[in-house]
T-cell receptor, first 113, second 113 residues
Framework: DAMVIQNPRYQVTQFGKPVTLSCSQTLNHNVMYWYQQKSSQAPKLLFHYYDKDFNNEADTPDNFQSRRPNTSFCFLDIRSPGLGDAAMYLC????????????FGPGTRLTVT | QKEVEQNSGPLSVPEGAIASLNCTYSDRVSQSFFWYRQYSGKSPELIMSIYSNGDKEDGRFTAQLNKASQYVSLLIRDSQPSDSATYLCAVGNYGGSQGNLIFGKGTKLSVKP
């Protein structure tokens, strides 16, 4: 089955220790998104790629970076995690920039100690 | 600031009843509307898309859209305990980056056996 996969599902890191979250997709979708979601809040868009065209949200902290080496994979790098970065990180895809239907992966729960 | 508003709930209904979830949005140019179901600790799952005024039915779910009133709703017939989740309303952000969604904070639904 075509799907969006995120690894790891749970990640524990220490304050200030860099961490990388990964996302892969077999849907062959052109667009990939990274969201941050905290408890009882709406998903907050961090950035997205139209193919290799990177788009950063204005309020995404510089501490967050992303890479998309190919169509199937996308990575979220948190350079120096703070306690406030503990959250669920969601990867989503959509077919192309004109399609608003987004499909989410299972998410990575990040804990910062 | 474009907004999507939902009653946070919790909305509690007995098993077998109709659950009615409501959402209003601020951006008049929006053309795409979605309902996502999110179980506790899990990622959002797309359950309904609607693009035209009126009703769209899929099994026990009916989405209703009224663009003039900027209102979209989700009806769940014959509610089951397994429907207990948070339901996120999402609206296409047509004035911003193409393909992006604006999410509401979600309504928590509890179906009592």
């Amino acid at each position: 089955d075509a799907m969006v996969i995120q690894n790891p599902r749970y990640q524990v890191t220490q304050f200030g220790k860099p961490v990388t979250l990964s996302c892969s997709q077999t849907l062959n979708h052109n667009v990939m998104y990274w969201y941050q979601q905290k408890s009882s809040q709406a998903p907050k868009l961090l950035f997205h790629y139209y193919d290799k065209d990177f788009n950063n949200e204005a309020d995404t902290p510089d501490n967050f970076q992303s890479r998309r080496p190919n169509t199937s994979f996308c990575f979220l790098d948190i350079r120096s995690p703070g306690l406030g970065d503990a959250a669920m990180y969601l990867c989503a895809t959509s077919r192309d920039r004109y399609s608003y239907e987004q499909y989410f992966g299972p998410g990575t729960r990040l804990t910062v100690t | 600031q474009k907004e999507v508003e939902q009653n946070s709930g919790p909305l509690s209904v007995p098993e077998g009843a109709i659950a009615s979830l409501n959402c209003t949005y601020s951006d008049r140019v929006s053309q795409s509307f979605f309902w996502y179901r999110q179980y506790s600790g899990k990622s959002p799952e797309l359950i309904m898309s609607i693009y035209s005024n009126g009703d769209k039915e899929d099994g026990r779910f009916t989405a209703q859209l009224n663009k003039a009133s900027q209102y979209v709703s989700l009806l769940i017939r014959d509610s089951q305990p397994s429907d207990s989740a948070t339901y996120l309303c999402a609206v296409g952000n047509y004035g911003g980056s193409q393909g992006n969604l604006i999410f509401g904070k979600g309504t928590k639904l509890s179906v009592k056996p």
